[in-house]
């Protein structure tokens, strides 16, 4: 039975951070010259990450995602996935931009990793370089067909929609998942921690992304999941995340511990539970995580709504330097 919060809402769902290193600096999250990273030994190693998993799972988490920063720069990534594999889970998952795949995508496979997501907001290689500092489309299309060919059948894409920036592309994106037989998921742009360039003028809300898609029925058993998932007449079938203009905090069910170890029970939270001395103690985080979840009345992103016109970036670059616990690609998103 799932530990539950202050507002009835199980604990079922950890996304779990395992570097907050990128090789990606995409706009609406890294757009910064310079980041203050966490400490390289403040990471938490594999045998406490896995002990850390191991608490939550006696408190209900049943499914796990790993992320990062980029989470295939960590190394060493698949032994770990191994390990993880090796537990009473339903669902082990993986957020990637997809740089790596090319080289890691078999070994995730064959060490247990059953589902991947791969971040993917345009199949323009300038337009590419432009949103990420970075030439890397190629990398990303390559790994993404290294994915299919090592047998990850349950592909999704997802896709930040910016105005103005990749939002001409949403139909051309679509079809580029059919072919390649990948659910895409189109992402409001969001206030987080990392997106300082933040304004409502370039969210597409889900009402807008809904009538330019043109028509499609929303499919029934959304659950705790982010995404509304829709039909389109040609079967198509494809998810809208709007957790800007539509959030979904009353059916919550998600933890994030950083990869140091820092566990937020909200992805606007501002604070979170430093669980890295009871787990370098050889302690068990259990009753910490238990205590932290009962109390837990987070519904960030429905306050986020209610400021309306006063809604701005959550941070600004000086504050993100003092707190990078705030930002997007340590919390893992
Ligand atoms: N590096 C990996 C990747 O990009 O998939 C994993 C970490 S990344 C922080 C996780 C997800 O957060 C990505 O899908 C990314 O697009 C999303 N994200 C980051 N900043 C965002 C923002 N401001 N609004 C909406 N989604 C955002
Ligand atoms: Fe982009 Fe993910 Fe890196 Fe953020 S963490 S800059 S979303 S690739």
């Not at 609406?28 to 608490?55: G, I, K, N, Q």
């Not at 949403?170 to 742009?189: K, N, S, T, V």
């Not at 909200?266 to 910490?288: E, I, K």
Request: one cysteine or more; aromatic letters at 6%; glycine letters at 8%.
């Amino acid at each position: 039975m799932a530990t539950r919060d202050a507002l009835g809402r199980p604990l079922s769902n950890l996304r779990l951070s395992v570097t907050d290193r990128c090789n990606l600096r995409c706009a609406y999250c890294m757009p910064e010259e310079s980041y203050r990273w966490l400490p390289r030994d403040a990471l938490l190693s594999f045998e406490e990450l896995s002990t850390l998993v191991d608490a939550f799972v006696a408190l209900g988490v049943r499914r796990v995602r790993l992320t990062g920063g980029e989470p295939l720069l960590r190394e060493g990534l698949p032994a770990l996935v191994q390990a993880l594999a090796r537990k009473p889970l339903e669902d082990l998952s993986l957020t990637t931009n997809g740089v790596l795949l090319p080289a890691l995508a078999g070994e995730l496979k064959q060490a247990g990793l059953q589902r991947l997501t791969v971040s993917l907001d345009t199949l323009r290689a300038e337009r590419f370089e432009r949103l990420t500092r970075r030439k890397q489309l190629g990398a990303v299309l390559e790994g993404l067909h290294a994915a299919r060919r090592v047998g990850f059948t349950e592909l999704k894409l997802d896709t930040v929609v910016m105005r103005g920036v990749n939002d001409d592309e949403l139909d051309e994106l679509l079809r580029f998942a059919r072919e390649l037989g990948a659910e895409l998921r189109f992402i409001e742009y969001m206030d987080v921690g990392g997106a300082t360039r933040w304004s409502p003028a370039q969210v597409v809300p889900v009402r807008e992304l809904l009538e330019r898609l043109g028509p499609a029925r929303p499919l029934p058993g959304r659950g705790s999941a982010p995404a509304q998932r829709y039909a389109r007449d040609d079967g198509q079938i494809f998810g809208i995340i709007g957790a800007t203009t539509q959030p979904f905090c009353a059916a919550c069910d998600r933890a994030r511990v950083t990869a140091d170890g820092t566990f937020f029970s909200c992805l606007y939270a501002t604070h979170g539970v430093d669980l890295r001395p009871t787990l370098r103690a050889g302690g068990d985080v259990t009753a910490q995580l238990d205590e932290t979840w009962r109390s837990r009345r987070a519904r960030g992103a429905e306050e986020r709504l209610a400021l309306r016109d006063a809604r701005g970036p959550l941070a600004n670059a000086q504050q993100l330097r003092d707190a990078p616990h705030l930002e997007m690609h340590t919390r893992g998103g």
